[in-house]
């Protein structure tokens, strides 16, 4: 069953997901530490160009189905029009500022 975004626990990971799914580059951005990190399947990628190929050019979506760690981790369905449906698991480090400096994701 998933969870509706608004319900997500915490603010900056449900910030995040909205981000994603309204396709909001500028919102998704402002969430990010200017120094954000993120790995896919265990590999570092380059944050800017995951995104854009991944997320943005892709119509990425995420519908989240369980959540732990307080909402800072993630069991999703995420699909985009390169890879079709896919569970997903994301993981989100939050600095004291309430932005994301890493999240991880990967198949689940």
């Keep these: 069953m998933t969870i509706q975004v608004a319900r997500l626990k915490d603010p900056t990971v449900r910030a995040f997901v909205s981000a994603v799914n309204a396709h909001d580059r500028d919102a998704f951005q402002s969430i990010l530490a200017p120094d954000a990190t993120m790995s896919d399947d265990g590999s570092d990628r380059d944050l800017d160009d995951w995104t854009e190929r991944e997320i943005f050019s892709s119509h990425g979506h995420m519908d989240v189905d369980n959540e732990s760690r307080g909402g800072r981790a993630l069991i999703a369905r995420y699909s985009n029009d390169t890879w079709g449906e896919m569970r997903t698991r994301w ?10 400096t890493r999240f991880e994701t990967g198949q689940a």
């Design 91 to 100: 993981s989100f480090t939050v600095d004291d500022d309430g932005r994301i």
